[in-house]
């Protein structure tokens, strides 16, 4: 089909048709009045989101946690225990309060949770939109823009080039070499040809025409592999093919995926489990025992062999089922599976006292044994409530959600660093990067590129000499060459700071773009100069591979032109003249001085395009093209062209580059440049920026030298290897193999759609936002927003940070579940039953889980970050530092909280603890162990927040306005459980005196130096 020379698609018929319920022009594209008509006929361009679960759905998952299932069966048992003895016995003092308590506490437990969750949910889905929504280039008001995806409207008219996925469905109007992977929707592995074959002027023709498998038909989601096009969109938002299947095409949500880090702490949290079950069941059994052997039920039992026979029989049957049907699901909910015989017959001992003490308790009940009956019943249910307390503080359950949330948040951050997080193992992987392979254009450089240098005519032109190159026979030449082998276009538009100017603004490759501008600057209209080209046979797009662009035309006369732009050596392979002074000249004789305008070029860091045409004294090589299947191969053997001249681009390096690749320097990060410029301009980059610092064993290649090593050999080399010049897609997939191989954990970016394979293979595949094409985005874990390098180092930045940060919290986590198992496992066994109720633990619980891990996971990069090396792939989430920290401070909190109640701190002399005593009589010394070990964790948080011996537990305190908020929220609503009667009732606690208050916050204050003392001695020990 004949190919256009303009903007917009070619049609010199009528201006306007009717169709689709749209009147519009072909060539001018929708005005915006018609396409907001057609908007609001057809609807906006949007999937409507797959249905979210209800919210009470949600909430009633939370109750699926096996910890809290135990806690409502341990509330059910409690309420029906009060119930006999205050209805049944008509016992006056009997007291709901216990019950409540926990009811309540399960409630807020799983309140808190939900509510977190939902939150993170919602954040994440508006980060999705933002990665949605992608730029797509439409012709509007007659000009070549580029819109939102969700403003494109049916009618139309989308351009398409090589890496673009496609916004809408719709129709083609006119292609160039159009190959589109539609493996989404057919499975097909290779990319399919597309062609139009319809009647162009028949919408209605066209719209019903419109199935997927026709050849003219493309589908939203579907990317072009190659070539590019016109196409009309037919239907939009859920209209579309893939508005169809969206079900099965869209989630949005949370990246349930697990990382690395997750299944690590996964492990970590089987085995801290194992440790908490265990120690449950043994206090189970030893309690259990103590209050049957203490009761007068069971002798009673024992002296009625026949009674005694049966409940036996009946304990021992209902235990082994109570193992099989019970506990053994439940430990293998919470990550402990029972698989040994040995072990399941130890789990069936306290299954069947338990059945046993219930059974003799209600025996006695029924026997005239009323009172010591219940009293039984209420010792066992006491063994029970002791044995859930230990598993609801050993049991990490809130662990993976806490880490989602972490990831979430970090996330979060990392976007407004202008890194789009893709994936969530992304914010974590980048930050374990020992190798960063970076493109050059747009990423080192501002991108802001400026034509500064003409070599034609046997002579060189800098900026200041161009009005003296317009006088040269080469300028036209040179015009066409730029002005038709070209896909870029220029947008005009007012500037709105200065109104009588026309602001310009580049749509398409930015080399392209800054060639068109520099033709605007020196008063020449490139549409003038594409819409006097004749008739377009052939064209071929460039690419990373091919490193030139060609368009071929045919007159009236049917002579052929042939116009190649690209890498100055790939256009001179196939030169066989130059122009000079007007006349085609053997190139041979000026080859010297051609090679060394490139030379001074490349060292000057310019980048270097060449231009040429078809020789018209040679041979027509190209009589042939536009005909067949080997245009591109007969472009690359072509002998007969005529060197034209060069461009010398200026692209100046980014000024915050150099100290980034600093940074990366002393962090332990190699750097690497792959860039398609040559090998000169490419080291003026890499010294510039300091890529290249001059120190021994430093390697800068081509892709041929690259070729030519082995991939024995290629691991040793990469990682001396620096630069890589006039690179291809394939040699980035080559490094990231052999730097795999040498265990680097890669970051790679990309932004060609011949990248992807790279971009997956790496660690970190890192997108460019400008730059980038579609296929690309899709295949990366993070999208630089500003294709700017800073924006990697800070992603690595903030990686570490996240591992750091979850480090942070999980080593205030571990020490709190220490504390909190060694008191609950301590007590009965030194005469404090429940030194914890199960209410108090589940508040614990709340600021250890949730509230901790928003304020430790907020906490904002430390500059030592930078300076350390990086993270290990294999690297354990709990350091020995941390693990011998967590023993010294949490050794000292168990002795101070034994010693308080013991010794009577901070109480009255009356209200010493006792052991024979009630808890009523007790509250007093109880509420104070409760209040000191909440008050610990006040201080012990601020620990947590320093990982090394030289950071103080203040550092950069004021920049975490979280933490200090969550901090502030936590006391005073442990202030006001204690002080508050009514509340202190359900939490088994008292109002305390300003003084205790004091003096508890005092004496805790000492967790601080004791965990400065543990800190140093890790350093000491070579631990941190």
Avoid at 335 to 358: D, E, M, R
Avoid at 364 to 381: D, Q, R
Avoid at 643 to 669: M, N, S, W
Avoid at 869 to 877: F, G, L, Q, S, T
Wanted: hydrophobic share 45%; charged share 20%; glycine share 8%.
């Amino acid at each position: 089909m004949t190919q256009n020379t303009q903007n917009t698609p070619a049609q010199d018929a009528a201006d306007t048709i009717e169709g689709l319920g749209v009147r519009y022009s072909l060539k001018l594209g929708l005005t915006t009045e018609q396409a907001n008509a057609s908007r609001e006929q057809h609807g906006r361009n949007v999937l409507t989101p797959p249905a979210r679960e209800p919210w009470w759905k949600e909430l009633l998952k939370k109750f699926d946690d096996p910890t809290i299932k135990i806690l409502i069966v341990a509330a059910v048992l409690s309420l029906l225990v009060t119930v006999i003895e205050k209805w049944g016995l008509h016992n006056e003092d009997a007291s709901f309060i216990d019950s409540i308590g926990i009811f309540l506490a399960v409630a807020l437990a799983t309140l808190v949770g939900f509510f977190s969750e939902r939150k993170s949910a919602k954040e994440f889905e508006a980060l999705n939109k933002i990665k949605e929504d992608v730029p797509i280039k439409v012709v509007r008001d007659g000009q070549l823009d580029k819109i939102s995806i969700h403003d494109i409207v049916v009618g139309d008219v989308v351009r398409l080039d090589s890496g673009d996925k496609l916004p809408a469905d719709g129709v083609l109007l006119e292609t160039t070499n159009l190959y589109v992977d539609q493996a989404t929707f057919t499975g097909e592995s290779v990319p399919v040809r597309k062609a139009p074959t319809s009647d162009a002027w028949n919408l209605e023709a066209l719209a019903a025409s419109a199935k997927l498998g026709n050849d003219d038909f493309v589908a939203r989601g579907t990317t072009v592999a190659d070539g590019r096009g016109w196409y009309l969109v037919t239907s939009v938002g859920d209209a579309t093919e893939m508005g169809k299947i969206a079900d099965a095409l869209s989630t949005v949500g949370i990246d349930d995926s697990e990382t690395p880090l997750m299944q690590k702490l996964g492990k970590l949290a089987q085995l801290i489990s194992a440790v908490g079950v265990s120690a449950a069941t043994l206090i189970f059994t030893i309690m259990s025992l103590l209050a049957a052997f203490k009761s007068d039920v069971v002798p009673e039992l024992f002296a009625r062999s026949g009674s005694a026979a049966a409940v036996v029989a009946i304990s021992v049957l209902l235990g082994v089922l109570l193992e099989r049907f019970a506990a053994k699901p439940f430990f293998k909910s919470i990550g402990v599976p029972v698989k040994s015989k040995l072990v399941a017959a130890i789990v069936v001992l306290p299954c069947a006292l338990a059945v046993f003490t219930i059974s003799a308790g209600v025996w006695g009940m029924t026997s005239g044994f009323s009172e010591p009956g219940v009293e039984l019943l209420k010792a066992i249910l006491l063994s029970f409530v002791v044995a859930v307390t230990i598993i609801v503080v050993s049991v990490p359950e809130g662990l993976p959600m806490m880490v989602t949330i972490s990831l979430a948040l970090n996330t979060m951050k990392m976007a407004r660093e202008n890194c789009l997080v893709r994936r969530l193992v992304a914010s974590e992987t980048i930050g374990s990067a020992t190798v960063i392979c970076t493109d050059k254009t747009g990423t080192l450089t501002e991108n802001k590129m400026t034509p500064v240098l003409v070599c034609a005519e046997g002579g060189s032109f800098e900026r200041a000499d161009f009005g003296a190159l317009k006088e040269k026979p080469a300028w036209p030449r040179f015009v066409q060459g730029v002005a038709v082998n070209s896909q870029a276009s220029l947008r005009f538009e007012e500037d709105p700071d200065v109104p009588s100017k026309q602001k310009v603004v580049g749509v398409g490759n930015p080399t392209e773009c800054a060639l068109l501008t520099f033709l605007h600057e020196q008063g020449v209209d490139y549409r003038e100069e594409r819409a006097k080209a004749p008739k377009r046979v052939y064209e071929l797009g460039h690419n990373s591979d091919r490193k030139f662009s060609v368009s071929a035309f045919e007159n009236e006369s049917g002579e052929q032109t042939c116009l190649v732009k690209g890498a100055p050596e790939r256009v001179m392979n196939c030169c066989s003249a130059v122009l000079i002074d007007g006349e085609v000249k053997p190139i041979e004789p000026y080859m010297e001085t051609i090679q060394k305008g490139l030379t001074e070029a490349s060292d000057a860091a310019l980048r270097v395009l060449g231009f040429s045409e078809k020789d018209p004294n040679a041979d027509d090589h190209c009589k042939n093209c536009g005909r067949g299947e080997q245009d591109e191969k007969l472009c690359f053997s072509c002998p007969n062209r005529c060197l034209i001249g060069f461009v010398g681009i200026q692209d100046p390096a980014r000024p915050e580059v150099p100290d980034a690749i600093k940074t990366c320097r002393e962090a332990g990060i190699q750097v690497k440049m792959i860039t398609g410029d040559a090998k000169p301009t490419a080291m003026a980059i890499a010294r510039n920026v300091g890529i290249l610092t001059g120190e021994e064993g430093e390697l800068s290649m081509t892709s041929e030298e690259l070729a030519l090593v082995s991939d024995d050999d290629l691991p040793d080399v990469a990682e001396k290897l620096r630069v890589v010049a006039r690179s291809t897609p394939s040699d980035k997939l080559r490094l990231v193999q052999a730097l795999h191989s040498k265990g680097e954990v890669v970051a790679m970016t990309g932004d060609g759609t011949n990248d992807a394979p790279a971009l997956k293979a790496a660690d970190v595949g890192l997108a460019m936002g400008i730059a980038g094409t579609e296929v690309s985005k899709e295949a990366s874990d993070i999208i630089l927003v500003d294709d700017n390098f800073k924006s990697v180092v800070t992603g690595v930045w903030w990686g570490r940070t996240l591992f750091q940060n979850i480090r942070r919290f999980l080593q205030f986590q571990l020490s709190v579940n220490f504390v909190a198992l060694l008191c609950a496992t301590i007590g009965p066994l030194v005469g404090i039953p429940l030194p914890l109720t199960v209410t108090q633990l589940l508040w614990i619980n709340i600021i250890m889980d949730t509230f901790a891990a928003l304020a430790l996971s907020t906490e904002p990069p430390r500059k030592y970050t930078m300076k350390e090396k990086p993270i290990p792939r294999d690297a354990n989430v709990v350091t020995g530092a941390m693990g011998l920290n967590i023993l010294v401070t949490g050794a000292y909190q168990v002795l101070f909280l034994f010693a308080t109640i013991f010794l009577g701190w901070f109480v009255d002399p009356e209200n010493v603890y006792r052991a024979n005593n009630t808890d009523a009589q007790n509250l007093e010394a109880l509420t104070v162990f409760f209040t000191v070990l909440v008050m610990f964790q006040f201080w012990h948080k601020f620990n947590c927040r320093s990982l090394r011996h030289d950071e103080g537990p203040f550092t950069q305190i004021m920049k975490n306005e979280l933490f200090l908020g969550v901090t502030l929220v936590t006391t005073v609503a442990q202030i006001l459980m204690v002080q508050i009667e009514p509340i202190g009732r359900f939490f088994r606690t008292c109002p305390l005196s300003l003084m205790q208050w004091v003096w508890i916050t005092i004496a805790t204050f000492t967790v601080i130096p004791v965990a400065w003392v543990g800190r140093w001695l890790c350093y000491k020990l070579g631990l941190e």
